[in-house]
Nanobody, 119 residues
Framework: QVQLVESGGGLVQPGGSLRLSCAASGFTFSNYAMSWYRQAPGKERELVAGMFSAGGSTNYADSMKGRFTISRDNTKNTVYLQMNSLKPEDTAVYYC????????????WGQGTQVTVSS
């Protein structure tokens, strides 16, 4: 059974940091690109950051560049999102996403973890 379980969300003050984790199981983790998305109330889900393989290429949404860092540990089947210099506009539910490199490109989603940035 495929599972993506996010953790690490919570309430943080502006300027603070959080580290999200997403533990994967039920599929061959190293064969999947891993990404983080977020969805704020009343807004569409948007890409935060993606990573193709351990030590491989990454991509970030412009507003996250320099503040967020995605990483993965293929030995632990886990992807991380280090978030620094958090702003109130970063408040959202953050979702972990896995997409297979290979056809038919199976895609899986986690249940999401709430991040609230507020003083």
């Amino acid at each position: 059974q495929v599972q993506l379980v996010e953790s690490g969300g919570g309430l943080v003050q502006p300027g603070g940091s959080l580290r999200l984790s997403c533990a994967a199981s039920g599929f061959t983790f190293s064969n999947y690109a891993m990404s983080w998305y977020r969805q704020a109330p009343g807004k569409e889900r948007e890409l935060v950051a993606g990573m193709f393989s351990a030590g491989g290429s990454t991509n970030y949404a412009d507003s996250m560049k320099g503040r967020f860092t995605i990483s993965r540990d293929n030995t632990k089947n886990t992807v991380y999102l280090q978030m620094n210099s958090l702003k109130p506009e970063d408040t959202a539910v953050y979702y972990c996403n896995a997409r297979s490199y290979y056809y038919p490109h199976y895609t899986y989603w986690g249940q999401g973890t709430q991040v609230t940035v507020s003083s």
